[in-house]
């Protein structure tokens, strides 16, 4: 698991976080630093390739 208060520092632009994200990291990541925007593409999916409309919900509203 990723030590996400190492990311705390101000950075410019701001940061646009990729990877090993879905709903289950994501809370802790806000709460840890502010984030521009976000990129979950492979946390949201059942299969390679294949979008998960469920998890794509359950991300969304852990955000």
């Given at each position: 698991?990723?030590?996400?208060?190492?990311?705390?520092?101000?950075?410019?632009?701001?940061?646009?976080?990729?990877?090993?994200?879905?709903?289950?990291?994501?809370t802790d990541?806000?709460?840890?630093?502010?984030?521009?925007?976000?990129?979950?593409s492979s946390?949201?999916?059942?299969?390679?390739?294949?979008?998960d409309i469920?998890?794509?919900?359950?991300?969304?509203?852990?955000?």
């Open positions: 698991m990723f030590d996400w208060s190492l990311a705390k520092v101000a950075l410019d632009p701001p940061i646009i976080l990729v990877d090993g994200l879905n709903s289950d990291t994501i990541v806000i709460k840890q630093i502010n984030l521009y925007a976000v990129d979950i946390g949201v999916e059942s299969a390679k390739g294949v979008k469920n998890k794509i919900k359950r991300f969304l509203l852990h955000c």
